[in-house]
């Protein structure tokens, strides 16, 4: 599976500002997503940029630029990705 490497970044903030989890659980996250061997991608920033001239956020512009670039389908739960990047993105509910 193709990743950002926002994704280990949003995953952290989430367990630490939402879920308020201590120290020694978020670095038991960061050891454990490492352990998953994901395969993180970067994208231009110039692809990036055109997707957040199209109404997204440059932190989901990231994950539909790395989708646009390797060609492969975004799967979201985010209704603006969605309707923005509809042609390389499905909804999480289709893939359940």
Do not use: C, K
Request: no cysteine; aromatic share 8%.
């Amino acid at each position: 599976m193709t990743v950002p490497s926002l994704l280990f970044l949003d995953l952290l903030n989430v367990a630490g500002r939402r879920w308020s989890w201590d120290e020694a659980n978020l670095h038991a996250l960061a050891e454990a997503l490492h352990a998953l061997g994901f395969d993180v991608g970067e994208v231009e920033l110039g692809t990036v940029a055109a997707w957040v001239a199209r109404g997204l956020t440059a932190y989901d512009a990231a994950y539909v630029a790395l989708a646009e670039t390797r060609d492969v389908m975004l799967i979201s739960d985010d209704d603006q990705i969605l309707e923005v990047a509809a042609s390389i993105s499905s909804p999480l509910a289709s893939v359940r």
